[in-house]
């Protein structure tokens, strides 16, 4: 299993991002899929997850604003960010659930700045 | 939200030494937790879940205890390649993880 993180980068406050994470060796519909940020030389923070049944959950911090979908044709999960803040500046990656419940396989994760 | 608590934040240990690092939640887990190990520049890497199983292809050297608010990690014997900072983990509600330990080298 494989997962790439795409479509960071650099956008103003209150500005708008889409993260894309692009799945091989299984169908993003078998698991979780979940999106994890850590912003830098900080922690760990679980932003979003779309589950396998269909539905989508989301962090206080950015519900509202951020919002998760899943592409099964693409075999791709992305996550639209709006309304974009200083604190939301981190690598994202994207994880999926296994068997265990727990999330084994990680993207590499891809920045996201945000300037005022 | 339930915090995820751990200690102590950095721990300076040489190779060869035993460790345990602690994290405590805010309210009873059960056995929900998971321990993940990130390397600098990396993703972060499930070594432990359910609080007490290694994951796939984790060396033997870590094992993991604890049930309801406190867990531990302990890693028996670090090799060099140990240090890094180390999350715990809860799945019981929406995940949250403890702000983490780094391991530095003596």
């Known amino acids: 299993v494989q997962l790439v993180e795409s479509g960071g980068g650099l956008v103003q406050t209150g500005g708008s991002l889409r993260l894309s994470c692009a799945a091989s060796?299984?169908?993003?519909?078998?698991?979780?899929m979940s999106w994890v940020r850590q912003a830098p030389g900080k922690g760990l923070e679980w932003v979003s997850v779309f589950y396998s049944g269909g539905g989508t959950n989301y962090a206080d911090s950015v519900k509202g604003r951020f919002t998760i979908s899943r592409d099964e044709s693409k075999n791709t999960v992305d996550l639209q960010m709006d309304s974009l803040r200083a604190e939301d500046a981190a690598v994202y990656y994207c994880?999926?659930?296994?068997?265990?419940?727990?999330?084994?396989?990680w993207g590499r994760g891809t920045l996201v700045t945000v300037s005022s | 939200e339930i915090v995820m608590t751990q200690s102590p934040a950095t721990l300076s240990l040489s190779p060869g030494e035993r460790v345990t690092l602690s994290c405590r939640a805010s309210q009873n887990v059960n056995s929900y937790v998971a321990w993940y190990q990130q390397m600098p520049g990396q993703s972060p890497r499930l070594l432990i879940y359910d609080a007490s199983n290694r994951a796939t292809g984790i060396p033997a050297r870590f094992s993991g205890s604890g049930s309801g608010t406190d867990f531990t990690l302990t890693i028996s014997g670090l090799e060099p390649e140990d240090f890094a900072v180390y999350y715990c983990l809860q799945r019981y509600k929406w995940p949250t993880f403890a702000q983490g330990t780094r391991l530095e080298i003596k």
């Open positions: 994880a999926t659930r296994e068997s265990t419940g727990y999330y084994l396989q």
């Open positions: 060796g299984k169908s993003v519909t078998t698991d979780n």
